[in-house]
Every structure is written in structure tokens, then in C-alpha cells.
């Protein structure tokens, strides 16, 4: 336990986005974008029933850089959670307005 928290204080410490290792899975996300989502580069699209679900799907997928989370039309309860292997940065002309999402990716220092 000791072990996992030095680990994730020195991830913090150095920079690192992703940390990975037996018992701990640790991300660092950047501040969401309200009305904003990312249009391709989709792993997969999952539902969710809160923000947090969608980030905890992010985090066990390694190959996850971002994702938009969003409302289901007609279902207050469930949510749309779209994982994506690409960020607003390599896929800025993919990155489009959409009210009804936000879109979040992993922070690099």
C-alpha cells in the first residue's frame, strides 16, 4: 500500500499522465470542455451512469487518451461515454461543438 502511494506521489511529482502497476491504475485528467467533443478516433462507446464511470473506463483501457461524455436523449439515468485513442490536439479537426457533451483528455505535462 506504502509502495503505491510513493509510486503515484512521484507520478505526480515527474509529470507522468498514466501510471500502471499490479494493484493501481491512476490517471490525470485535464479540465473539461463543456459543448465540445472529439468526432473519430473511437475505441469504444460505452454507457455509463455517471462522469466517474466513463473516467474509470478511460483509465482500464490503456489505449485511451480522451473521451466525450455526453447525455442519452430520452434517459436521464444513463450517459454516453465514447473513449478515444487520439486527443483535441492530433485530432483538432475532428475536435466539434456539440452542446450536449464534454470532452476530456488526459493531461501531459
Given at each position: 500500500m506504502h509502495l503505491s502511494i510513493i509510486s503515484l506521489l512521484c507520478a505526480v511529482a515527474y509529470g507522468i499522465s498514466r501510471i500502471s502497476g499490479p494493484n493501481v491504475k491512476a490517471v490525470y485528467f485535464a479540465e473539461k470542455?463543456?459543448?465540445?467533443?472529439?468526432?473519430?478516433?473511437?475505441?469504444?462507446?460505452?454507457?455509463?451512469?455517471?462522469?466517474?464511470?466513463?473516467?474509470?473506463?478511460?483509465?482500464?483501457?490503456?489505449?485511451?487518451?480522451?473521451?466525450?461524455?455526453?447525455?442519452?436523449?430520452?434517459?436521464?439515468?444513463?450517459?454516453?461515454?465514447q473513449l478515444s485513442d487520439s486527443d483535441r490536439f492530433a485530432g483538432f479537426v475532428k475536435f466539434i461543438e456539440d452542446k450536449d457533451f464534454i470532452y476530456r483528455g488526459i493531461k501531459v505535462s
Open positions: 470542455i463543456k459543448g465540445q467533443m472529439l468526432n473519430g478516433s473511437l475505441i469504444r462507446d460505452v454507457e455509463v451512469d455517471s462522469e466517474s464511470s466513463c473516467q474509470l473506463e478511460c483509465v482500464n483501457e490503456e489505449r485511451c487518451q480522451s473521451y466525450n461524455f455526453g447525455t442519452i436523449k430520452g434517459d436521464s439515468n444513463k450517459f454516453k461515454c
